[in-house]
């Protein structure tokens, strides 16, 4: 039995490498935040063009810019937003006037949701696809599973969410077409609330992980393959274990170590939301909310969206080589 001071020392190392992990991104999301906020900014386009019409003078539009700070060179500009954001102050909306983190706080749950749902259904039918394809390599069904895959894998993102769409909601008419809940939801009773959200979810999910989890099956069942041809495995067959038993006791740990990097990055991308999905199912996640960032020139709410979407691919990414290490002895004496 391990006690407590030995399970103590052998998890202060996996801890330390997370902090140096973590410690090894800070420059990258620097260097990252500070191009995203240069570009978007010499990029052409008015954030206040709206202001300007022929009933309003342009007057109004160079009182805005006044207002926000955007008459100053660029340079001070930056300076100014980083002694904001060092006592974590986003700014202000240019469209909406609102807290840019009180923006963020709204939306990120929701790709978080999303994101999660969909990590959780993707690596469920990866699994299952790759753990059928490797019963019998070669065969039909393993072919025909492969042949889908990559079907499913080359279709684009927002083709098969409009075809999930067309069949489920516009057709056959039994999931809604968008949106995070219903117009009545904040009327529902909280058991009633969460059925609501999760009918919702089932097509954005859908149109996520399933293209995603047939890329992931390749891996995965080629992983898996790669594994079957060890030694360790004949060793095991050679004792009598069924191929079931060798395929999940043995085979699927070792062939998922390989794939908990892969996994990581997947989480990442997935947690800081999808552009493509949210806009097109008209979730509020962080997603939707870059887009019209993106399209309104709104820079202070672009940057924010960066830095929060930045530093969680980061963490998914550091915990899931941090994982990887502490599952797999042969990484942890590199």
Request: glycine content about 6%; some cysteine; charged content about 10%.
């Amino acid at each position: 039995m391990i006690s407590s001071r030995t399970y103590a020392a052998q998890r202060r190392p996996i801890l330390l490498a997370l902090l140096l992990r973590l410690a090894a991104a800070v420059p990258v999301l620097v260097g990252m935040v500070i191009a995203v906020f240069f570009i978007a900014h010499i990029l052409p386009g008015d954030p206040f063009a709206h202001y300007v019409s022929p009933t309003l003078p342009a007057a109004v539009a160079e009182q805005a810019r006044r207002a926000f700070g955007l008459d100053q060179p660029l340079g001070m500009q930056f300076l100014t937003w980083v002694r904001h954001v060092l006592v974590w102050d986003f700014g202000v909306s240019y469209t909406t006037h609102q807290s840019v983190l009180s923006m963020i706080s709204q939306a990120l749950p929701v790709s978080l949701i999303l994101g999660s749902s969909a990590f959780i259904v993707q690596v469920f039918l990866a699994l299952t696809m790759a753990l059928v394809s490797v019963h019998r390599p070669g065969g039909r069904l393993d072919r025909l599973l492969s042949a889908g895959g990559m079907v499913l894998y080359a279709t684009p993102s927002y083709f098969f969410g409009i075809l999930l769409l067309a069949v489920f909601s516009f057709w056959l008419g039994i999931l809604p077409s968008g949106h995070w809940q219903s117009v009545d939801a904040s009327a529902l009773p909280p058991l009633v609330l969460f059925w609501d959200r999760a009918v919702h979810l089932v097509l954005p999910v859908a149109a996520i992980a399933i293209p995603r989890a047939a890329a992931f099956a390749r891996y995965l069942r080629s992983s898996l393959l790669r594994t079957l041809e060890r030694p360790f495995i004949l060793a095991a067959r050679s004792q009598g274990l069924s191929e079931r038993s060798v395929i999940w006791n043995h085979a699927l740990p070792n062939a998922l170590m390989s794939a908990i990097s892969l996994g990581g990055l997947e989480l990442g991308t997935l947690l800081t939301g999808t552009l493509v999905t949210e806009t097109l199912f008209a979730f509020p996640g962080m997603g939707r909310l870059t887009v019209a960032a993106v399209l309104s020139r709104d820079y202070p709410l672009l940057v924010g969206c960066t830095i929060v979407s930045g530093c969680l691919v980061i963490v998914a990414n550091s915990i899931a080589d941090v994982l990887h290490a502490a599952l797999d002895p042969r990484v942890r004496t590199e």
